[in-house]
């Protein structure tokens, strides 16, 4: 099993309700898939760095997971078929990143508490 973190950016213009059921269909996928879910981290509505379909904002999440390598290309085909998804990325994640994740994670855990 390799380990993956997955970044997509939603479209503005979409609720919050909707938001969660686009991540739940992520999430849901990748379980189907066989995969562990290590984190999931809603990032919220931020500025894009330059315009994309004409918007300029929107909502990011990360999705660390745990799975085999034929579950990218299932992943990114979903986010390649759905309207709502503006960018994703998909990168495996070495040992080095694996480590700064869980250090990054447990920051972000302790600055919120």
């Known amino acids: 099993m390799n380990n993956y973190e997955t970044v997509f950016i939603l479209t503005p ?9 686009a991540v739940n269909k992520y999430v849901d996928l990748l379980k189907e898939k066989n995969c562990e879910i290590v984190a999931k981290e809603n990032w ?3 500025k894009l760095a330059y315009p994309i379909q004409l918007k ?3 909502f990011y999440t990360l999705i660390e997971f745990k799975g085999e390598g034929t579950i990218v290309a299932d992943l990114e085909l979903a986010f390649k078929r759905d309207e709502r998804v503006i960018r994703y ?3 495996k994640l070495d040992k080095h990143a694996v ?11 302790a600055a919120k508490a």
Do not use: C, I
Not at 13 to 21: N, R, T
Not at 99 to 109: D, H, L, Q, S
């Open 44 to 46: 919220g509505l931020k």
């Open 13 to 21: 213009v979409l609720s919050d309700a909707q938001v969660e059921e």
């Open 89 to 91: 990325l998909t990168t």
């Open 56 to 58: 300029k904002n929107g």
């Open 99 to 109: 480590e700064y994740a869980v250090t990054r994670r447990t920051k972000v855990k």
